[in-house]
């Protein structure tokens, strides 16, 4: 059994420990900003392939606590990177350091590198390695003296789904849109409709959930190329995966005022292979009719973004009359403190998310729909 971490966005980690458990993982618990649990290397490939909102599966090869340079080099040396580091493979590393003893980042870097040389050169008897084989990404992370040293498997980030190649402006994450889905716990039993879509991020997401198509299906991972996950490993999972694929009874909508985002939110669902489950048109929010019952989740642009803040509020007000409380249920994320006071009610709940670096608030509204 492998001790696997994936980062996530803070205010995630409860939506990703849920959908690793689904997925059938062991022993999962959230962290700050991270998820752990235990799985074989066949669980490597559908935690790649299948989660939604993490941005990374990483290995956790050790965890120790080091507060001097020769702590940090032993502990790394004592992990037997032979295991995973062929002669001819490449390891970079990269990480962080907060609230530590061991603050410079480029030195924790170059001891951790000396260490794996180090341990490598005496189980190969060789002074040099090539570095031209797989992948093989180390990462680390210091809080507060505790190391945590990783292998991501990876690679390209789970948010980069491979169907988003033309964005519109100021694009929400696709993990994070996943996260949000989850969060309005919509399920495909009603239409979905984003009236602000953007490159159609919320409807793709949505349209890849309720067909339950897993999201990595279609793009590969670094840890593919690596001997210890069997290839027959990746394609059980990717054949089990695409074997759930199902067609749901209703069709997730999008709508913007800017004609050529519809047109790269339609390319977008193509590439997703969810253009069958779509439905994007040209459409000002004031003026879009939203099927009664319908969900409406949508991300419209803020003061720092792409409108000024009194043209963003303006948009809010217009929200509040166009976004019927007796007929749709609506999630809005904002990074307005204010935001309620604009759209004209307040949410039934509302929830702290990092939209990238920027704190926003995910405001839902769903108690006066009737039922």
């Known amino acids: ?3 696997v971490i994936v980062p996530c966005m803070f205010g995630l980690e409860s939506v990703v420990s849920f959908e690793a458990e689904s997925l059938g993982f062991f022993n999962v618990r959230a962290e700050n900003g991270r998820v752990r649990f235990n799985c074989d290397g066949e669980g490597i490939a559908r935690a790649n392939i299948g989660l939604r909102t993490g941005e990374r599966v990483l290995l956790c090869l050790a965890e120790f606590r080091a507060e001097t340079f020769e702590e940090l080099f032993q502990g790394v040396k004592n992990i037997d990177w032979q295991e995973w580091i062929g002669i001819t493979d490449k390891f970079p590393v990269k990480g962080y350091s907060i609230n530590s003893t061991l603050h410079s980042v480029p030195d924790c ?30 990462q680390f992370s210091i809080m507060k003296d505790m190391v945590s040293v990783m292998l991501d498997t990876t690679g390209t980030p789970l ?13 929400i994450k696709e993990t994070i849109a996943a996260g949000l889905i989850d969060i309005a716990r919509y399920k495909g039993d009603v239409p979905m409709h984003d009236p602000m879509c953007g490159s159609g991020t919320f409807v793709i997401e949505a349209a890849m959930r309720i067909k339950k198509a897993a999201p990595g299906l279609y793009r590969h ?14 394609e059980r999972v990717r054949e089990e995966m695409k074997s759930a694929i199902s067609r749901p009874a209703v069709t997730v909508t999008g709508s913007d005022i800017d004609a050529s985002v519809v047109e790269i939110a339609k390319s977008n669902a193509e590439k997703a292979h969810v253009d069958d489950v779509t439905d994007f048109f040209v459409a000002d929010v004031r003026d879009v009719k ?42 809005i994320i904002s990074q307005d403190d204010e935001f309620e006071k604009f759209f004209g009610r307040p949410a039934d709940k509302k929830r702290k998310i990092y939209n990238g670096m920027i704190r926003c608030y995910y405001y839902q509204y769903f108690k006066s729909v009737q039922k």
């Open 1 to 3: 059994m492998f001790d």
């Open 109 to 138: 870097q170059a001891i951790i590198k000396k260490a794996v040389v180090e341990k490598l050169k005496s189980v190969h008897n060789i002074s040099w390695f090539e570095e031209s084989g797989n992948l093989y990404q180390i």
């Open 159 to 171: 948010h980069k789904r491979g169907y988003r190649e033309v964005s519109s402006a100021a694009p």
């Open 290 to 331: 939203i099927e009664d019952g319908a969900t409406i989740i949508t991300n419209p642009p803020y003061g720092e973004r792409l409108l000024d803040v009194e043209s963003a509020r303006e948009l809010y007000r217009r929200m509040g009359r166009a976004f019927a409380p007796d007929k749709h249920k609506s999630f």
């Open 221 to 234: 991972f670094v840890s593919e190329q690596w001997p210890l996950i069997s290839s027959e490993a990746w």
